[in-house]
């Protein structure tokens, strides 16, 4: 099965504080996704990537949020002046075919 | 009105009982649907794409009516490891892979 790893698996930060979550996609692939699960609810679609620019995003991903693709492999999501209700579960995908291969997932937790 | 509207749960039953959850979605125009599953604090990972003629993958049977805009996942001979929450999940049409997932259903099967 295609591997989507993401990193780290647990961060924690200090309320206003910036953090980079990254993930390294299924290799060769244009397009990209950040989802978010917020603990007891469900996932949400962040935004997408498509060729090293965004393509789509909710509005969650307001100007908090920036996503980059930095050394043509790594993807990261950066979140500027972190919030305690950004505390949530981040996962990237990573589409083939009609499956959506997710990454295992990093844990935020803003305190 | 949600976009894609799942029973919460929890669904208790024993092992070898069968089991079916059902979802509705409000998007007519949505073109893809999908059961995901997703163990606790896990990523989601694709149970089984859901076709209008329906189709069957060993003991899980997916069933989708456009007319109704609804869609059910049957678990049939239920077994221990078959415990997660199953999401139902709907590609809007004009979104490249941009999933939307409903809450989800949990299920727990006891010995």
């Known amino acids: 099965e295609p591997e989507v790893t993401q990193t780290p698996s647990h961060q924690v930060t200090q309320m206003g504080q910036e953090v980079i979550l990254r993930c390294v996609p299924i290799?060769?692939?244009?397009?990209f996704y950040w989802y978010r699960q917020i603990l007891g609810q469900k996932v949400e679609f962040l935004v997408s990537?498509?060729?090293?620019?965004?393509?789509?995003k909710s509005e969650i991903f307001d100007d908090q949020f920036s996503v980059e693709r930095p050394d043509g492999s790594n993807f990261t999501l950066k979140i500027r002046s972190t919030k305690l209700e950004d505390s949530a579960m981040y996962f990237c995908?990573?589409?083939?075919?009609?499956?959506?291969?997710f990454g295992q997932g990093t844990r935020l937790t803003v305190v | 009105r949600k976009e894609v509207e799942q029973d919460p749960g929890p669904f208790n039953v024993p092992e070898g009982a069968t089991v079916a959850f059902n979802c509705t979605y409000s998007?007519?125009?949505?073109?893809?649907f999908f059961w995901y599953r997703q163990d606790c604090r896990k990523e989601p990972k694709l149970l089984m794409s859901?076709?209008?003629s329906g189709n069957e993958d060993g003991r899980f049977t997916a069933q989708l009516n456009r007319a109704s805009q609804y869609i059910s996942l049957l678990i049939r001979d239920s077994k221990l490891s078959d415990s997660a929450t199953y999401l139902c999940?709907?590609?809007?049409?004009?979104?490249?892979?941009?999933?939307?997932f409903g809450s989800g259903t949990r299920l727990l099967v006891r010995p």
């Open positions: 995908a990573s589409p083939q075919n009609t499956e959506a291969f």
């Open positions: 290799s060769n692939h244009l397009y």
């Open positions: 990537f498509y060729n090293n620019e965004i393509s789509e």
């Open positions: 998007n007519s125009a949505s073109q893809s």
């Open positions: 859901v076709y209008s």
């Open positions: 999940v709907v590609n809007k049409r004009d979104s490249s892979y941009k999933l939307i």
